[in-house]
Every structure is written in structure tokens, then in C-alpha cells.
């Protein structure tokens, strides 16, 4: 079974930058699909940005371009989120979650953790 621990989210203010992390367990990761969604309030939950373990491509919602990057440390089993120059419309709890390749769904999830950008 595989287990994911979201850690890092917390109040900012507007411009500011902050890291999520995501620790992975349960599993070997290497063929895995890794992706950081959000969820706002009264809004769906929205990808945000997602990697694929071996070989470390990345996409991006387009609202995040240029300010976030997601990225993962092998030997950590950990995926990270480096989000930068904040907005309150970033404000939401943000998830962890695994696929076993692009061709399926997110299946694992983990328990999420809430930004705050203040204005």
C-alpha cells in the first residue's frame, strides 16, 4: 500500500514563497506519476502540477507557470512543491497524490495540508 505525507503548508502573506513536501512510502516509485493538487473552497479540486518519477518531466496548470516547480529527490522519496510570489487565489489545501502511469487515474491520495496567502 502506498502512503503519502503532505507537510509544509501555513500562512504567508502575498509574494511570499513557501515549500510543500510530500513523503512517499509503501512501494517502489519509479515508473510512478506524482501530482500536487488544490482545492479551494466551493471550488473543484484542480491539478496543479505533476512529474513523473523516472525521468522527472513536469507540467503545470497554467495559473501556477513560472511560479511553482514541482520536483522530487530520489533517494528521499520525496516530491516536493516550491511555490513562489504567493496570491491569494493560491490559497488552498493542497494534496499529494500518486498514479502508476500517465495512462491511470490518482489513486493514492495523502491527507493534505492548508496555504494561506494573505493579502
Known amino acids: 500500500q502506498v502512503q503519502l505525507v503532505e507537510s509544509g503548508g501555513g500562512l504567508v502573506q502575498a509574494g511570499d514563497s513557501l515549500r510543500l513536501s510530500c513523503a512517499a512510502s509503501?512501494?517502489?516509485?519509479?515508473?510512478?506519476?506524482m501530482g500536487w493538487f488544490r482545492q479551494a473552497p466551493g471550488k473543484e479540486r484542480e491539478l496543479v502540477a505533476e512529474?513523473?518519477?523516472?525521468?522527472?518531466?513536469?507540467s503545470y496548470t497554467d495559473s501556477v507557470k513560472g511560479r511553482f516547480t514541482i520536483s522530487r529527490d530520489n533517494a528521499k522519496n520525496t516530491v516536493y512543491l516550491q511555490m513562489s510570489s504567493l496570491k491569494p487565489e493560491d490559497t488552498a489545501v493542497y494534496y499529494c497524490?500518486?498514479?502508476?502511469?500517465?495512462?491511470?487515474?490518482?489513486?493514492?491520495w495523502g491527507q493534505g495540508t492548508q496555504v494561506t496567502v494573505s493579502s
Open positions: 497524490a500518486a498514479r502508476g502511469s500517465l495512462l491511470q487515474r490518482y489513486d493514492y
Open positions: 509503501g512501494r517502489t516509485f519509479s515508473s510512478y506519476v
Open positions: 512529474i513523473r518519477w523516472s525521468g522527472g518531466t513536469t
